[in-house]
């Protein structure tokens, strides 16, 4: 039994989800997301709930299961209060200025880094946060970990675009040996 999936996902107010063949549709206050439910799983929508079902009992239907009603949580949430990822930029004369609706980073580059929004997806840049939000969680995943992968933190002095609740292991720079005078 999935623990996770047998549990119902409530409908708060001011959200719609309708279910049309096997698209699941949720549509509130930040957007509308759709979900395309595999044929393994059976999504019913009674008054202000959400159930999810498997069909049948194989192996392949339970790993579906918990993530089809975490995915359809995830879009209910995200269309009430939307999703938001934090990234820090680290480093001496390491800017995130925001352009437009993009966003501009120098990173230690000879070049400064453009940087253009996936659909469905706001940046926003205080001091040296930067602040990716948006209704899909997916997304708004993606966009923080593209723009984390334009200067990954390093090792040593942890510079670089970091999520805000990462933690950098570092490393231990060069020992100098010492100089002993030997006989």
Known sequence: MSKIGNLP???????????????????????????NVHPEIKVEIENDKIKVIRKSETKFAKSLHGLTRSIIANMVKGVVDGHEKVLEVVGVGYRAIKQGDGLVL????????IIAPLSGVQLDTKENKIIVTGANKVIVGEMAARIRRVRPPEPYKGKGIKYADEVIRRKAGKTVKAVGGGA
Do not use: A, R
């Not at 989800?17 to 957007?31: C, H, L």
């Not at 120098?106 to 880094?113: A, K």
């Open 9 to 35: 996902v409530l409908i708060p107010q001011g959200v719609t989800v309708t279910k049309v063949d096997s698209d699941i549709n949720v549509s509130g206050p930040k957007g509308n997301l759709t979900f």
């Open 106 to 113: 120098n990173v230690g580059y000879s070049h400064p880094v």
